[in-house]
């Protein structure tokens, strides 16, 4: 990155202040290092992180962060001004800040009259005080100041003049960089734009009488505007990025960096970070929802897992031949991947696509690939979905072209529950009748539930022939009603989750018996495991 080029921007996070103002985000302090640490191997310039004065936790942060500096990332603390008619030297608060030990500050101030007068219950001009006493102190104390203008949008739109004399008020102070904030989230980018401008046009009209402070934009995406709003101050003349990983935040949430990074550096040319670190986006995202502990989205623009997935057959067909039909970017750019998903949305390309990646020689003109077409769309009306199965595609792909391995046979199974009246347990017995290599096995055994006993039924009848079946456990088990109105008549889907310690994959049954339907997907979901197995064999054999 060429610093100070006029394309470099300097991305400021705040996951783990604003981030954490989420409804149901919570972190501990170790969570919050872990996050910092890897931010900062991103290369992130500036990570806030978080309130000294505002909880024990972020107090320790800190603390740590003085032991174990970070590598190359400022890390800011973030405070309010000093509290009204107090003197900014003995606000604890202010204090608390100190305490903390970072190079740079960031405070917070009020932009809007009416949240000076309705929300501080001060006067305008003490509001302005608080901020030049607030700021003069940090300075004297060594401190480098962001000022972050709160509801800055909407303190311009209502009192233009005494929204700009706050911005003037942190400059003459010494902060050096004033950040405009869409607190309430209501703006619309061609707001941002021509009030960004007017800011820009003050500044270099020289109506700040003092070196020229640089501007910031963080904005909150109440209007699904923030990633929108950003780029439009970006290109204003902001120069600082304010946001989140995953555009987590206060309400609605921030501006998403894991979108803005890759709009501004990819498409707009500006300098965020490194090039080489722009492919660790998705892996980022990933990481910050897993200690989070929040499910990740997967449909968000660009590191969501369905980003890069095509499942109609038209788009599967061009993408195919060229991906530029239907992908914005290369999701290689940002770390994430092209996914080709089969359902009955598919055509024969999503069907040759599938079994290029099962390892299946396949063309179009073998009529073996449309019949494979039609029982999927077959089934998939019945009930079958198999976007989520895909190992169940792969062995009615396996079956309709005649290499499917008969690894065993069922020849029959029984289940039988005890539900005791008043009792919170319940206990169930699975007996199976399975043939291998030519001999039958009869095993019985129990679990707390019919299908965890017909699993456990059926590993005992295979595990002497297939010792590898004791890695196997079964992680996921949902099951969805199809057509409810019917009653007990209606159909169920099982999708059985299976694991063997460092690969999942995922099976399908259909019935309108529970416990057929789980059988279905529970012996699918041992017969997968097997076949991944005996390819892992083969795949030794071949390399030695
Ligand atoms: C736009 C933003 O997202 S800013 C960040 C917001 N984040 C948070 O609020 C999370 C952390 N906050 C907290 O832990 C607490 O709210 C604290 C510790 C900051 C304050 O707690 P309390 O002292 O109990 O006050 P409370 O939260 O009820 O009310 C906020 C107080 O701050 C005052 N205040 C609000 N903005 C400012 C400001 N910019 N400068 C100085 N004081 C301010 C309010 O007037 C109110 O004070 P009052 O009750 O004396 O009138
Ligand atoms: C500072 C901040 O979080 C806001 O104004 O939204």
Not at 23 to 43: C, P
Not at 91 to 119: F, N
């Amino acid at each position: 990155m060429t610093a100070n080029s006029s394309s470099q921007l300097w991305i400021y996070d705040t996951t783990l202040r604003d981030g954490t103002q989420r409804e149901g985000l919570s972190v501990s302090t170790e969570d919050k290092l872990r996050i910092a640490r890897r931010l900062d191997q991103l290369g992130i310039p500036f990570i806030e992180g978080g309130w000294p004065g505002a909880n024990p936790k972020d107090v320790q942060f800190f603390w740590h962060l003085q032991e174990e500096p970070l590598s190359q990332a400022e890390i800011v603390a973030f405070c309010f001004t000093r509290r009204p008619n107090k003197i900014a030297s003995e606000d604890p608060m202010i204090q608390a800040i100190l305490a903390a030990g970072t190079r740079w500050v960031t405070i917070v101030g009020k932009s809007w009259d009416l949240q000076v007068t309705e929300g501080l219950k001060t006067t305008l001009a003490e509001n302005l005080a608080m901020i030049q006493d607030t700021i003069d102190y940090l300075r004297s104390q060594g401190r480098r100041v962001i000022y972050d203008a709160e509801h800055w949008f909407d303190g311009y739109k209502h009192n233009r003049d005494y929204a700009l004399q706050t911005l003037e008020t942190a400059i003459a102070s010494g902060a050096e960089w004033v950040t405009l904030c869409d607190t309430n989230g209501g703006a619309l980018p061609h707001e941002i734009t021509g009030i960004v401008r007017d800011v820009m046009q003050a500044i270099g009209q020289n109506r700040f009488q003092s070196p020229i402070p640089k501007l910031g934009i963080h904005a909150h995406n109440d209007s699904d505007t923030a990633v929108a709003n950003t780029i439009a101050a970006v290109m204003a003349g902001a120069r600082m990025v304010q946001g989140t990983i995953n555009g987590y935040g206060e309400r609605c949430g921030n501006a998403n960096l894991c979108s803005l990074i890759p709009n501004l550096q990819l498409k707009l040319g500006y300098e965020c970070l490194e090039d080489s670190k722009i492919s660790h986006i998705t892996e980022i995202s990933r990481f910050v929802s897993e200690v989070v502990n929040l499910a990740p989205d997967e449909h968000a623009p660009f590191v969501g897992r369905s980003a890069f997935a095509h499942k109609g057959g038209l788009h599967v067909s061009a993408v195919e031949r060229n991906p530029l039909t239907y992908e914005h970017i290369e999701p290689e750019k940002i770390g994430n991947r092209r996914r080709i998903v089969i359902s009955e949305q598919a055509g024969v390309s999503n069907v040759l696509a599938k079994a290029r990646t099962f390892g299946i020689e396949l063309d179009k003109h073998n009529p073996k690939t449309g019949q494979i077409l039609q029982r999927l769309k077959i089934l998939e009306q019945e009930g079958y979905q198999f976007e989520a199965a895909e190992a169940s595609f792969e062995l009615l792909m396996r079956e309709a072209l005649g290499n499917r391995q008969p690894f065993f046979e069922i020849k029959g199974f029984q289940v039988h529950c005890d539900l005791v009246q008043g009792e919170e347990t319940t206990s169930a017995l699975a007996t199976v009748k399975v043939a291998v290599s030519g001999r039958d096995i009869l095993e019985a055994a129990e679990g707390n539930g019919p299908v965890a006993a017909l699993d456990a039924a059926l590993r005992k009848a295979l595990v002497n022939f297939y010792p590898q079946i004791a890695e196997f456990e079964l992680t996921d088990y949902k099951v969805r009603i199809l057509n409810g109105h019917t009653g007990t008549a209606a159909k169920t889907r099982v999708l059985v989750e299976s694991g063997n310690g460092h690969q999942r994959w995922t099976t399908v049954g259909v019935s309108t018996n529970i416990l057929a339907a789980s059988y279905q997907a529970v012996v699918e979901g041992l017969e997968y495991g097997l076949l991944l197995h005996s390819q892992a064999e083969m795949a030794l054999i071949a390399n030695s």
